[in-house]
């Protein structure tokens, strides 16, 4: 394995970090995205059941905020239970567009680098391209085998690394940039029952 980074020459070596970042960021998002620690199944109904029991304080309302994502919105709905329903729904709201912008997190520099590894890649086939030319043609008009070699190996390696890196980036770019589509959707509806809730329980 050495022998192909060699092989590749020194533009693989940018790739090569480029590789083990992409791969730190898909297990990172794999982990930090999972629905239970989002989302906790059944939050919203032992929220509910607090707030018709009149048993929300401060110190049920702290352990919220540390429970999940969703428990921070439902947090903030609690607090302004007794606000307008605009006022209410402006509160879940922003600290929703916090949730969904920490969600996100890592997602732009995983599409990044799935458009430039691509890029990466031409420019170690174009460095291998000169060795190419460097090594054919010269004053003598001989051509240097073992450079030439070099050269073919350079841009083919690089190229085929970069489409590598390229590919899983991408797709774990868009699996998660829909996983954390669908967890806000998932939220916003259940934030707007509990919002449905303490306006009716106002009635």
Do not use: C
């Amino acid at each position: 394995m050495f022998a192909i980074f060699i092989a590749a020459g020194w533009p693989i070596w940018f790739l090569l970090l480029t590789s083990i970042v992409t791969v730190a960021l898909i297990i990172e998002r794999f982990i930090a995205l999972k629905q239970n620690k989002i989302i906790p199944p059944g939050l919203l109904m032992d929220v509910l059941n607090l707030h018709q029991n009149q048993q929300v304080t401060p110190e049920v309302l702290a352990k919220l905020k540390t429970n999940s994502p969703f428990g921070q919105i439902l947090a903030v709905g609690l607090q302004n239970a007794g606000a307008s329903r605009d006022v209410l729904k402006s509160a879940v709201e922003e600290v929703g567009r916090h949730v969904t912008h920490r969600l996100s997190r890592f997602l732009n520099t995983l599409g990044t680098i799935a458009s430039a590894a691509p890029l990466m890649g031409l420019f170690g086939t174009v460095v291998g391209m000169i060795e190419i030319f460097g090594a054919t043609g010269g004053a003598t008009g001989s051509t240097n085998v073992a450079q030439l070699g070099h050269g073919i190996s350079v841009a083919l390696y690089n190229t085929g690394f970069a489409i590598l890196i390229a590919i899983p980036a991408l797709i774990a770019y868009r699996y998660f940039r829909g996983k954390v589509d669908d967890l806000v959707i998932e939220m916003e509806q259940q934030a707007i029952r509990l919002i449905d809730v303490i306006q009716g329980s106002r009635k």
